[in-house]
């Protein structure tokens, strides 16, 4: 096989580089990880790899561990092995549960997010609004859409709402998971040499949209409760799968927890920051205080309650987790603050320590 060829098929699986690696190492993409192994896939066919021996050191950042989307090198073998990981051009990433500081990598080399939100009783715009905070450091683009229009009730007023609610601009699409007219809508975000990943509760209907655009039955769906709308985990990990479109699609198993990792920006309400410049005082609490702008636009009803809550939450979330970040960094460093341009003389470390 010719190196033209060898590109042109690692594009059918969204590879974008122009430089192939030499040493008899071959370039693949990891489109699942399961607990004895990774799948991946060249663009011609899949098959199963070990890691190398350095990314199961005890103490290496997860994050730098291959994960779905990636685009790995191998060196042949049985099985084969994955030697190194390539720059990833986008990371969906979250915070993991529980009181240690870890990201965990949703999804790398995507250029869509799509937030599934079911318009049943899993809607739920600060949910929403959580995932599109995390969407916004991962550089991809985030596209809100909504299922089940068939089954929820007030259809019409939860679109409206959720419009009114997130910044201008926002994609937002209303589609019936089961139906392929439907989901057609969405077919700008496959288009040949693109990745995009699914990703919302447990029961959205996330694999049930996947099977609609693959056309077959490829992921196995489950029904949800009725009394509360959710799902019972039936998608156990994440796989990327070729559209007939072109593009690729990476099914997620259902979050329950959805921690921010501290770096996002929260952009999605530079409004409301740009509100709380106004108010009289610089370092209002935004209580009581006269002249508070906060106060005043929830008053005339320009901002809604609930979606201060929801800033206030994911603001202080995000201070607690840049904190954990900040510190976890600085152990890795060995306990060395991020710069130390001016130390005091005789207690400057020499070069090279
Ligand atoms: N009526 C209707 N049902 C839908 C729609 N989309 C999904 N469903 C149903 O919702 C249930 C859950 O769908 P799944 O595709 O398994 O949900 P999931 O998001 O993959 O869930 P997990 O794998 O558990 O994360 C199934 O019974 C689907 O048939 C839709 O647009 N309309
Ligand atoms: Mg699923
Ligand atoms: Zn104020």
């Known amino acids: 096989m010719t190196e033209a060829q060898t590109i042109e098929r690692l594009r059918h699986v969204g590879w974008r580089g122009h430089d192939l690696p030499g040493d008899g190492r071959r370039l693949a993409r990891v489109v699942a990880q399961h607990r004895a192994g990774y799948e991946l896939h060249d663009g011609e066919q899949v098959f199963s790899a070990q890691p190398d021996g350095h990314f199961l050191k005890r103490g290496l950042d997860p994050a730098e561990r291959p994960a779905v989307g990636d685009f790995v090198e191998i060196v042949p073998g049985k099985p084969p092995h994955i030697l190194s990981v390539q720059p990833r051009r986008t990371v969906l990433s979250r915070a993991a549960a529980g009181e240690r500081y870890e990201r965990q990598v949703i999804a790398t080399n995507i250029d869509y997010v799509l937030v599934l939100t079911g318009l049943d009783g899993d809607f739920n715009p600060a949910r929403i609004e959580r995932y599109l905070s995390l969407v916004e450091g991962s550089g991809a683009q985030p596209v809100v859409v909504l299922s089940k229009p068939d089954l929820g009730e007030d259809v019409q007023s939860r679109i409206a709402e959720l419009q009114a609610r997130l910044p201008a601009g926002t994609p937002i699409h209303t589609v019936n998971g089961k139906d392929p007219a439907s989901a057609a809508v969405l077919a700008s975000y496959f288009k040949p040499g693109d990745s995009a990943v699914l990703v919302g509760s447990s029961g959205a209907g996330k694999s ?6 693959l056309g077959s039955e490829q992921m196995a769906t489950g029904a949800v409760r009725s009394h509360d709308s959710r799902g019972r985990h039936t998608t156990t990990y994440r796989a990327l799968l070729q559209l007939p479109s072109g593009g690729c699609l990476i099914d997620t198993p259902g979050m ?7 770096e996002e920006n929260l952009d999605l309400f530079a409004d409301i920051e740009t509100l709380a410049e106004n108010c009289r005082f610089a370092d209002c609490g935004h ?22 809550r929801n800033y206030l939450k994911l603001r202080d979330e995000r201070e607690e987790q840049a904190t954990l970040l900040e510190s976890r960094l600085r152990r890795q460093r060995g306990g060395r603050p991020a710069a130390k341009p001016h130390g005091p003389r005789g207690s400057r470390e020499r070069e090279g320590w």
């Open 287 to 308: 209580g009581s205080e006269p002249g508070c702008a906060v106060q005043t636009a929830l008053h005339d009803g320009e901002l809604t309650p609930e979606r201060w």
């Open 208 to 213: 049930t949209l996947t099977n609609t655009l």
């Open 256 to 262: 329950r927890e959805l921690k921010l990792t501290g």
